[in-house]
Structures are given as structure tokens and as C-alpha cells.
């Protein structure tokens, strides 16, 4: 699967949009982009994935450049529950084979909502 | 339904003894998972299942052991505890084919003394 890099960490104001961005260079084009977060000390949490439209759900919105080599998850008007880690994640989707049930993920943004 | 369900929450073990970290779903999903958290870091891959009966290794297998009988329960066995072994462990699941939504558990906190 393509390398994912994030930044370490962001701040958002409450109300205001969060956008979290991720760089995937290294995409081939069959990868799809996954979005997962963790509140603290629980389990991760799905989010959103796409593979190059964009995409949006009740949670947020996925912006996928046109060249694929790097997306936005946007939380359109972020509130204090939203406080968490961030994993963006790419891989191939369809595939049959075992290995393509894995999910790497590396060690996302810690995204800070502040009152 | 319960979604995944892991059991213990907390655990305290000594060095050397040996215990099973319970992951059960009840969403029929083939595909079931363990991964270990520790400070600082992302999930890692410990072991993986696509099925009852089929398991393989994922990043850091080293230590640990798991069967798949059923399609609902993937134990995961700390046949020797070691201090590198204290960490928050996580069950996923989720079902086979295009899917990639993981369905995770709470957690399990281990600490090996």
C-alpha cells in the first residue's frame, strides 16, 4: 500500500471547518484513500473513503486532487467531540487476495478543537 | 448487535505467564483483526483471519497466537508475556469483498510486569 504522511497535529476553532490534509505521492490507481479516527482510548472510528471523486457524508467531506497524489478530509463545522487522532490510509480495494484486507496505519494528526 | 466486543478490558500479567485476549462480532464478517497500540505510535498489525479456519501474520506477530474455529470468535494467545508486550490491543472486523470499513473494538489494556 502507498505511503500516507500527515501532519502531527492541527488546531480548529469550534464551528469553524477542519481540514486535514494528507499527502499519498505514491498512490497507484487502484488505491482508494480511507479516513479513520480515534477518540481517545477507544477504538477507531470510519470516517469516509473514495478512490478520486469526491465524497461526502454526514460525518465529512473527502477532496481528492485531480492527480490523486494528495486529499483534504473537511469537518464542515467542528465541535469539541471531534477532538481526536486522524488517520488517513490508502489501499487497494477489490483485490482478492488476504493481503488486501490489511490497513496500515501510521500515526495520523492529532486534531485539537478549541472552544 | 453488540458490533465487536473484546474481553478483558484490563489486564495486569507477570512476566512469563500466559493469557487470551477474547474478540468476538456478531455482524457474520469474515474478515477479523488484532492490532496493538502503544505511545506515540499507529495501530500495528499483530495477526489477521479472511475466514473461519485461515489466519496469517501481519506486521508484528512475534509472540503471539490466534485460531479462527468459528466464524464469530479470533482469540488472540500471549503464550509468555513480556514487558514489550504491555499495550492497548484492538479487535476489528469487517466483511469480505470491496468493503474497507473496519468495525473496531474498545480495546484491551495489557501491562506485563
Known amino acids: 500500500d502507498a505511503k500516507t504522511t500527515q501532519p502531527t497535529s492541527m488546531d480548529c476553532a469550534e464551528g469553524r471547518a477542519a481540514n486535514l490534509p494528507c499527502n499519498h505521492s505514491t498512490i497507484s490507481g487502484n488505491e482508494y484513500v480511507y479516513w479513520y479516527r480515534q477518540i481517545h482510548s477507544q477504538g477507531p472510528q470510519y470516517i469516509i473513503h473514495?478512490?478520486?471523486n469526491n465524497e461526502t457524508n454526514e460525518m465529512a467531506s473527502l477532496i481528492i486532487t485531480e492527480d490523486r497524489k494528495s486529499s483534504t478530509l473537511i469537518l464542515p463545522h467542528a465541535t469539541l467531540r471531534d477532538t481526536a487522532v486522524y488517520y488517513c490510509?490508502?489501499?487497494?480495494?477489490?483485490?482478492?487476495?488476504?493481503?488486501?484486507?490489511?490497513?496500515?496505519f501510521g500515526k495520523g494528526t492529532k486534531l485539537s478543537v478549541i472552544p | 448487535n453488540a458490533g465487536v466486543t473484546q474481553t478483558p478490558k484490563f489486564q495486569v500479567l507477570k512476566t512469563g505467564q500466559s493469557m487470551t485476549l477474547q474478540c468476538a462480532q456478531d455482524?457474520?464478517?469474515?474478515?477479523m483483526s488484532w492490532y496493538r497500540q502503544d505511545p506515540g505510535m499507529g495501530l500495528r498489525l499483530i495477526h489477521y483471519?479472511?475466514?473461519?479456519?485461515?489466519?496469517d501474520q501481519g506486521e508484528v506477530p512475534n509472540g503471539y497466537n490466534v485460531s479462527r474455529s468459528t466464524t464469530e470468535d479470533f482469540p488472540l494467545r500471549l503464550l509468555s508475556a513480556a514487558p514489550s508486550q504491555t499495550s492497548v490491543y484492538f479487535c476489528a472486523s469487517r466483511q469480505g469483498g470491496a468493503s474497507g470499513e473496519l468495525f473496531f473494538g474498545e480495546g484491551s489494556r495489557l501491562t506485563v510486569l
Open positions: 483471519s479472511v475466514g473461519a479456519g485461515i489466519t
Open positions: 455482524m457474520n464478517h469474515e474478515y
Open positions: 473514495g478512490l478520486k
Open positions: 490510509i490508502v489501499r487497494v480495494q477489490g483485490y482478492s487476495g488476504a493481503g488486501s484486507y490489511q490497513l496500515t
